[in-house]
């Protein structure tokens, strides 16, 4: 594909393929028809897929300019390409998937950061609604996750790092967003004090992706056996 022509627009290269993704869409023998799922070259500034990405009733096609961090989403509809939704990223692209999150048979958009210097990456998940006809930013976690398809929940453990405190947080699909629901955190006093450690308690009960509330705040404490047990069995209850 033409791009890292940086000469030639989205709309062009788009309408260059459209009659090949035509003929592919006739044919449907495959789901994915352009695009390299991570990135390979340094001096690449766009990154473009183009299929059956999410379900196999719909011709998706995406766009990332990684310069400026974007990312733009097509329809194919009646033979012409329709913008269905954009967004500025907050992480710095490296890849891109397509996961089944909420066990309704479509996949969502999964872009992932490169690792950091303690191995930890960064999704961010784009939701197509059916309300809208769009695709939407629903929310971003963070490393080690498991998905919890009959429950349309996500559980994340973060083991922390150098720059931020280690966490274990429960996120579930509400109003086609992915919001966190509880979060457990061994927080740092301060950045100055590497040894004392808080032990705090979040939940949310609405819908909003910051509705995070602290609900507890003490000193950690190991042989505290109720932050232990809240801790190791956070996922249980």
Same mark, same amino acid.
Do not use: C
């Given at each position: 594909m033409d791009v890292n022509d940086s000469s030639k627009t989205t709309k062009q290269i788009l309408e260059k393929y459209l009659p090949?993704?035509?003929? *592919?869409? *006739?044919?449907?023998?495959e789901a994915f028809y352009f695009?390299?799922?991570?990135?390979?070259?340094?001096?690449?500034?766009?990154?473009?897929?183009?299929?059956?990405?999410?379900?196999?009733?719909?011709v998706i096609a995406i766009e990332v300019n990684i310069k400026?961090?974007?990312?733009?989403?097509?329809?194919?509809?009646?033979?012409?390409?329709?913008?269905?939704?954009?967004?500025?990223?907050?992480?710095?692209?490296?890849?891109?998937?397509?996961?089944?999150?909420?066990?309704?048979?479509?996949k969502e958009i999964v872009i992932s950061s490169t690792r950091n210097m303690n191995a930890n990456t960064f999704q961010e998940v784009y939701f197509y609604s059916d309300k809208t006809s769009a695709i939407?930013?629903?929310?971003?976690?963070?490393?080690?996750?498991?998905? *919890?398809?009959?429950? *349309?929940?996500?559980?994340?453990?973060?083991?922390?790092?150098?720059?931020?405190?280690?966490?274990?947080?429960l996120y579930e699909w509400r109003n086609e967003m992915l919001v966190p629901v509880?979060?457990?955190?061994?927080?740092?006093?301060?950045?100055?004090?590497?040894?004392a450690l808080k032990f705090e308690y979040y939940e949310n009960n609405t819908s909003n992706l910051k509705g995070l509330t602290l609900m507890v705040?003490?000193?950690?404490?190991?042989?505290?056996?109720?932050?232990?047990?809240?801790?190791d069995n956070f996922f249980r209850h």
């Amino acid at each position: 594909m033409d791009v890292n022509d940086s000469s030639k627009t989205t709309k062009q290269i788009l309408e260059k393929y459209l009659p090949s993704v035509i003929a *592919k869409t *006739k044919a449907d023998s495959e789901a994915f028809y352009f695009g390299n799922p991570m990135v390979e070259e340094e001096e690449v500034f766009r990154q473009m897929w183009i299929g059956k990405l999410l379900e196999p009733s719909r011709v998706i096609a995406i766009e990332v300019n990684i310069k400026d961090t974007n990312i733009q989403f097509f329809e194919l509809k009646e033979k012409s390409w329709k913008l269905i939704g954009s967004n500025k990223m907050s992480i710095p692209f490296f890849g891109i998937e397509f996961k089944d999150l909420t066990a309704d048979q479509r996949k969502e958009i999964v872009i992932s950061s490169t690792r950091n210097m303690n191995a930890n990456t960064f999704q961010e998940v784009y939701f197509y609604s059916d309300k809208t006809s769009a695709i939407h930013y629903a929310g971003s976690f963070s490393t080690d996750y498991v998905i *919890k398809k009959d429950k *349309k929940q996500i559980e994340v453990t973060y083991e922390g790092s150098a720059y931020m405190d280690p966490y274990k947080a429960l996120y579930e699909w509400r109003n086609e967003m992915l919001v966190p629901v509880k979060k457990v955190v061994l927080a740092h006093k301060s950045e100055d004090d590497n040894t004392a450690l808080k032990f705090e308690y979040y939940e949310n009960n609405t819908s909003n992706l910051k509705g995070l509330t602290l609900m507890v705040s003490e000193p950690y404490n190991e042989e505290n056996k109720k932050q232990k047990s809240l801790w190791d069995n956070f996922f249980r209850h």
